[in-house]
């Protein structure tokens, strides 16, 4: 069973930093594309950023470009999201997608989201 | 880049009626076109892939259709446990992906 944890979420003021991580399990994860998905309350979901499988690409929503950086750790299963710079805006709900590697590129299992609160 | 327009926002509908959401892109995207559901709390759960194909375990009275920028997803009978929020959602083949507002179904 493909399984997707989120954890490092939390309250952050306006300009700090946070980081993310997605534990995989259930699946061989070096082999898939990843995403970071996000959803502001009352919102409906945004894409954020998607890695290749090696790390070797990356691409980000512009909203988030140049203040948040997505890696993985193919050895540790575990995608991360670095969050710098942090805006009031970028308060949501965080989740960790797999890419279902298939052309057209849906979204195929998500984990249960982190929550991310900028404030001061 | 595409924008997806989803509509209805809302709609309320009776237990075994035929509920009919529609999304369109802001450009042709062939069928790259996908639906999922979100209950409260919850993640969004994929439903529909490339515009017409059902995911495994989906039930079978969810179904979409359509291709380049006009797309519809239906509820062939609407069930108590299908209240939830909808969302279509495309990917350009140029890295982004993109959903739609999202369509609150509630029981009437």
């Known amino acids: 069973e493909v399984q997707l944890v989120e954890s490092g979420g939390g309250l952050v003021q306006p300009g700090g930093s946070l980081r993310l991580s997605c534990a995989a399990s259930g699946f061989t994860f070096s082999s898939y594309w990843m995403h970071w998905v996000r959803q502001a309350p009352g919102k409906g979901p945004v894409w954020v950023s998607r890695i290749h499988t090696d790390g070797s690409s990356t691409n980000y929503a512009d909203s988030v470009k140049g203040r948040f950086t997505i890696s993985r750790d193919n050895a540790k299963n575990t995608l991360y999201l670095q969050m710098n710079s942090l805006r009031v805006d970028d308060t949501a709900v965080y989740y960790c997608?797999?890419?279902?590697?298939?052309?057209?590129?849906?979204?195929?299992?998500w984990g249960q989201g982190t929550l991310v609160t900028v404030s001061s | 880049d595409i924008q997806m327009t989803q509509s209805p926002s809302s709609l309320s509908a009776s237990v075994g009626d035929r509920v009919t959401i529609t999304c369109q892109a802001s450009?042709?995207?062939?069928?790259?076109l996908n639906w999922y559901q979100q209950k409260p709390g919850k993640a969004p759960k994929l439903l529909i892939y490339d515009a017409s194909n059902l995911e495994t375990g989906v039930p079978s009275r969810f179904s979409g259709s359509g291709s380049g920028t006009d797309f519809t997803f239906t509820i062939s009978s609407l069930q108590p446990e299908d209240i939830a929020t909808y969302y279509c959602q495309q990917y350009d083949n140029l890295f982004t992906w993109t959903f739609g507002q999202g369509t609150k179904v509630e029981i009437k």
């Open positions: 450009q042709d995207i062939t069928n790259y």
């Open positions: 997608v797999r890419d279902s590697m298939i052309v057209g590129h849906r979204f195929d299992n």
